[in-house]
């Protein structure tokens, strides 16, 4: 069965360093998104993507955050500067289209020191 | 839906017993989607039902229903014959319209208990 597949599982990095996700998503899906799960609280949008361009960003989405899809098969999330409070759980998700379920990666655990 | 309730933080059942979980939303759309999710401690997000609010007949998927009442914006799970394995944390998740984006609730951890 297809899945979303994400990559690292788990990243350490330094304040003030730049991290990119990766992320690849089912190979016949259209809409792709970024939330992210601090330890212990609930899952938030970041961003969604579709036909190579941005559809709608959340407020956490500030200019450090960028997002990609390079080619045909991986989406990205880029964060410039990492500070230590966007450490937490980065999961990305697509879908086909209709029906509107979203399939989740396994997440990247971001652990910003 | 801009805001979703899921007012039970933490819940127990007994194995084989059966559980509902709620979940209010707040929104001003008619045509939207309904999803809950469950997240075991590996943290993977696992689709567990969806609903079409269109749709008045309530999704049944195996061992878990759902009673979707639209005009209270109430959305609850029911986990029949519950199982170890149903041991997670639960979210409800409604769509918006546009970019069916997910607004998830804060989440209900379920424990079954052997």
């Known amino acids: 069965e297809p899945e979303v597949t994400q990559t690292p599982s788990h990243q350490v990095t330094q304040m003030g360093q730049e991290v990119i996700l990766r992320c690849v998503p089912i190979s016949n899906h259209l809409y792709f998104y970024w939330y992210r799960q601090i330890l212990g609280q609930k899952v938030e949008f970041l961003v969604s993507f579709y036909n190579n361009e941005i559809s709608e960003k959340s407020e956490i989405f500030d200019d450090q955050f960028s997002v990609e899809r390079p080619d045909g098969s991986n989406f990205t999330l880029k964060i410039r500067s990492t500070k230590l409070e966007d450490s937490a759980m980065y999961f990305c998700?697509?879908?086909?289209?209709?029906?509107?379920?979203?399939?989740f990666g396994p997440g990247t655990r971001l652990t910003v020191t | 839906a801009q805001t979703v309730t899921q007012s039970q933080p933490e819940m127990s059942v007994q194995e084989a017993e059966t559980v509902t979980l709620s979940c209010t939303y707040d929104t001003s759309e008619n045509n939207y989607y309904l999803f809950w999710y469950k997240q075991p401690p590996s943290r993977q997000m696992i689709l567990v039902i969806r609903?079409?609010?269109?749709?008045?007949q309530n999704a049944t998927e195996n061992r878990f229903s759902v009673n979707f009442q639209k005009a209270a914006k109430s959305f609850s799970l029911k986990i029949s014959d519950s199982q170890l394995g149903d041991t997670a944390m639960y979210f409800c998740a409604p769509t918006t319209s546009g970019t069916y984006k997910y607004i998830f609730g804060t989440g209900t951890r379920l424990k079954v208990l052997a």
């Open positions: 998700a697509s879908r086909r289209g209709e029906p509107y379920e979203q399939y």
């Open positions: 609903q079409e609010a269109y749709k008045q």
